[in-house]
Nanobody, 118 residues
Framework: QVQLVESGGGLVQAGGSLRLSCAAS????????MGWFRQAPGKEREFVAA????????YYEDSVKGRFTISRDNAKNTVYLQMNSLKPEDTAVYYC???????????WGQGTQVTVSS
């Protein structure tokens, strides 16, 4: 029942920043834990970050800790991924994910391309 629409991807130089947004349908956004995954060329999809329903608990893949920040605004039905100090190895398609209790969640966004040049 949840539809996710992502935006904010693009091309950025190493060391730069991007903020990804994921807008969710429905009025029960706060019922869902949210996350971000990414898939680089030739690699399988991997976990990046997740946030609990209210936003009090966050989780990060080790390689992005200290550089990426996940947040949510339940009033706007939106989850964000602030990405700082980007590296070429961060280049991937980034996917928004939502779920009630499963991991990964049942619902996926269409993906947004992030390309970091050296």
């Amino acid at each position: 029942q949840v539809q996710l629409v992502e935006s904010g991807g693009g091309l950025v130089q190493a060391g730069g920043s991007l903020r990804l947004s994921c807008a969710a349908s429905g009025r029960t956004f706060s019922s869902y834990a949210m996350g971000w995954f990414r898939q680089a060329p030739g690699k399988e999809r991997e976990f990046v970050a997740a946030i609990s329903r209210i936003g009090g608990t966050t989780y990060y893949e080790d390689s992005v800790k200290g550089r990426f920040t996940i947040s949510r605004d339940n009033a706007k039905n939106t989850v964000y991924l602030q990405m700082n100090s980007l590296k070429p190895e961060d280049t991937a398609v980034y996917y928004c994910n939502a779920g009630l209790s499963e991991f990964p969640g049942k619902y996926w966004g269409q993906g947004t391309q992030v390309t970091v040049s050296s």
